[in-house]
């Protein structure tokens, strides 16, 4: 097995934050603009240039069960009223959803980095208090208040050293998910 010596290095402070949630989906885009509108300085980190994750580039954009009131009535209105939706003909397209969500984002005074990737976290005694993230500017440290895992695949708090939980090759899925029937000009959905 070849290598290449990494010697330990200093990593620059890139940021400082009330909270850093750590993924731009379905949890991790509302848990941004609730923080910021409660006041926190805010930064969501995402790795994908889009907000939405699996509602959106995913291509699950249709809402099928769960509370239906509150912040989801609130999106849905505003997916429903944007100019986007309206250019595209049809309110559940990923395209205007995750427009949505930037701006909602914007509103509220979420700071958003896309193509950035947590890789690992900063942890004294037993806080999280920051997350090393992958720029495309290059590696640094986001320092934060309280930090929000909203990976999907628990990233962060396995980073931190929490017990976590994998699928192996015995296991399938944790849901499966049907074939996006996406085309160009149309919206998706999830055929499970």
């Known amino acids: 097995r070849r ?11 890139l940021g400082d934050y009330d909270v850093v949630v750590v993924g ?10 609730g923080a910021a509108r409660g ?6 980190v995402e790795y994908i240039h889009a907000l939405g994750g699996v509602g959106t580039d995913g291509r699950v954009t249709g809402y099928y069960c769960g509370n239906k009131s509150g912040f989801v009535d609130e999106f849905q209105f505003a997916v429903t ?18 427009e949505t ?7 509220a005074g979420v700071e958003v980095w896309f193509g950035t990737m947590a890789e690992g976290a900063t942890v004294t005694g037993r806080t999280v208090d920051g997350v090393v993230v992958v ?6 440290v986001v320092r934060a208040k309280s930090v929000i895992d909203a990976t999907g695949n628990s990233d962060v708090a396995a980073a931190a050293g929490a017990k976590t ?5 015995r296991e399938l899925a944790v849901q499966s998910a049907g074939k996006s029937p996406h085309r ?9």
């Open 3 to 13: 290598t290449v010596p990494s010697p330990s290095r200093e990593l620059p402070v």
């Open 184 to 192: 160009y000009g149309r919206g998706g959905a999830n055929s499970d």
């Open 39 to 44: 006041g926190a300085k805010t930064l969501l």
């Open 24 to 33: 731009g989906g379905t949890s991790g885009t509302p848990a941004a603009i």
């Open 135 to 140: 720029t495309p500017f290059g590696r640094g």
């Open 165 to 169: 939980v994998f699928l192996c090759a």
């Open 81 to 98: 009223h944007s100019d986007a939706a309206k250019a595209h003909g049809w309110d559940y397209s990923s395209y205007p959803r995750s």
């Open 101 to 107: 969500w930037r701006r909602m984002c914007a509103k």
